[in-house]
């Protein structure tokens, strides 16, 4: 069985900071592709960032310069740092995770963590 558990969100006025944690926990391995979404009322899950095995990042046009994805191998980790943040940023933040696991390939999200940017 795999968790994947989030931390972090909350609330911040604009121009704010927030820092996001995504740990898988279980017997997965070969961790490959790390990313965070996020979802807002009315609209679809959009990708925010990614990151590969090795660290490659990979980022929304709108995020990038203001937000940064790293991971943490050895603890099953990934981060997303959130600065200078917008109204507009307010929304479900989820994790998303590829790797391993004994019967084949697991993919698999958080549950989901509330960031709302008050203007």
């Known amino acids: 069985q795999v968790q994947l558990v989030e931390s972090g969100g909350g609330l911040v006025q604009a121009g704010g900071s927030l820092r996001l944690s995504c740990t898988a926990s279980g017997s997965i391995f070969g961790i490959r592709i790390m990313g965070w979404y996020r979802q807002s009322p009315g609209k679809q899950r959009e990708l925010v960032a990614s990151i590969t095995s090795s660290s490659s990042p990979n980022y929304a046009d709108s995020v990038k310069g203001r937000f940064t994805i790293s991971r943490d191998n050895a603890k099953k980790t990934v981060y997303l740092q959130m600065n200078s943040l917008r109204p507009e940023d307010t929304a479900v933040y989820y994790c998303?995770?590829?790797?391993?696991?004994?019967?084949?390939?697991?993919?698999?999200w958080g549950q989901g963590t509330q960031v709302t940017v008050s203007s």
């Open positions: 998303n995770v590829e790797g391993w696991v004994s019967i084949g390939p697991w993919n698999g």
